[in-house]
């Protein structure tokens, strides 16, 4: 499967990685090792011994390097073998991985799997809202999922979903009926707008409006390629300023691990009660039992019943909510083949 490449992606959450642990996660079908030198920098190396192909996460870090289980060699941060304790301690010039370039920021690992002369941190997206939320008014999570993660952005740039996948949390029946309005933005990254206005709001946020009957039911997706998504969604009564009623913002971050397995990194804070921890744990508990219990499933039987065949080769009938999905789909595969016909001509 083709990826793009010479671009960001979520590896995992800092606090998954600490001085003493190792964390092996393939990405993009590569199998990648991600540990913390004596400084606390986050370093990532190729996850196999060139010597017999051990994987490099079944040994230990000595200093700023890590040794080899089965036969001791260790390499450190830039992938370069930092010491061979076999004969004269020689170091063939082979015995190297590739390296590849991380950021920590916003409490999330990113990594940059393409050309690392073009990798440039300016590039990731700002996310520190998430950080800057108070403790009790925030929550975020890993899900591991067996879907491509084309399929999850889907969920996220469909919202008309929850009125039926989470009628009793996350829906009630305000974005079936609104149509959404899509544009393309600077930098490739595609956004979707919902405004349904005098409609039944959502229970997570009636519950917490004067009349939860009736509101102007809102949601906004920004789209960022490859498939990290920026979501923010509320109710207020009818006629007043969006900002004025209960809403939420969230990060939805896909990482491929390959053709049919994903990375599902979230995240979410509140406008309201944002000192309620009794609150926040309910929340959390909800968005967890909504995301493991009722998405994932979904469109894990979804990519099951597609098998290995993409989805628009499988012609699918199209309605208006696809609007969002199939343009994000159209950009990444735009970049995709822009970036491999750069590689093929580079090779030629």
């Not at 969920?155 to 039926?164: G, Q, R």
Request: hydrophobic share 40%; glycine share 8%; with cysteine.
């Amino acid at each position: 499967m083709k990826y793009l490449l010479n671009t960001w992606y979520v590896a995992a959450w800092a606090d998954e990685i600490s001085a003493a642990d190792l964390l092996a996660r393939t990405l993009l079908e590569q199998p990648i090792l991600f540990f913390r030198d004596s400084q606390g920098s986050v370093q990532a190396i190729y996850d196999r011994c060139p010597h017999r192909f051990a994987p490099l996460h079944e040994g230990k870090r000595v200093g700023d390097s890590i040794q080899c289980a089965y036969h001791g060699l260790h390499f450190d941060g830039s992938g370069a073998c930092a010491h061979n304790p076999h004969g004269d301690g020689k170091i063939p010039k082979a015995a190297c991985v590739r390296s590849y370039p991380v950021v920590e920021r916003d409490g999330l690992i990113w990594f940059w799997p393409g050309d690392v002369a073009l990798a440039d941190e300016s590039s990731i997206a700002d996310f520190a809202f998430y950080q800057q939320a108070p403790a009790a008014a925030k929550g975020k999570g890993y899900l591991p999922t067996k879907a491509n993660y084309e399929l999850l952005s889907d969920n996220i740039m469909d919202l008309s979903h929850v009125d039926y996948l989470h009628p009793d949390t996350l829906g009630g029946g305000a974005l079936s009926s609104a149509r959404a309005e899509v544009q393309e933005l600077p930098d490739n990254k595609v956004r979707i707008s919902w405004w349904a206005p005098n409609e039944a709001p959502p229970p997570a946020f009636g519950a917490h409006l004067k009349d939860p009957s009736i509101a102007d039911v809102w949601a906004d997706v920004v789209w960022h390629p490859p498939g990290y998504m920026l979501l923010r969604s509320g109710a207020t009564e009818p006629g007043a300023a969006v900002e004025d009623g209960p809403h939420s913002v969230n990060l939805h971050l896909m990482t491929p691990q390959d053709a049919g397995n994903t990375h599902y990194f979230y995240a979410n804070t509140r406008s309201f009660e944002r000192d309620n921890q009794p609150l926040n744990d309910f929340i959390q508990q909800m968005l967890l039992g909504v995301f493991a219990n009722e998405d994932k499933p979904m469109v894990e039987a979804q990519q099951r019943q597609m098998g290995n065949v993409d989805l628009l080769g499988l012609n699918p009938v199209l309605l208006p909510v696809d609007a969002g999905a199939i343009r994000c789909r159209r950009v990444l595969k735009r970049l995709i083949d822009s970036e491999s016909a750069v590689l093929q001509a580079k090779s030629a």
